[in-house]
């Protein structure tokens, strides 16, 4: 199970325990429905390019 409010933490997040905690059931039905389809992903196909966060930012 993934420590959310330490990757807030490790990501420079100012986000209060109480609203990550609130956000824990949301992320954590995320990572159980897309797990499987990564799984099904074939090895050979080329990734998806994604932009940096601080590009999606506007930084």
Known sequence: MTDWMALARARGLNIPEEQ???LVPSLEALVCDFAPLKAKIPYE???AITLSEGAVKGE
């Open 45 to 47: 196909l080329e990734p």
């Open 20 to 22: 990550v905690a609130r």
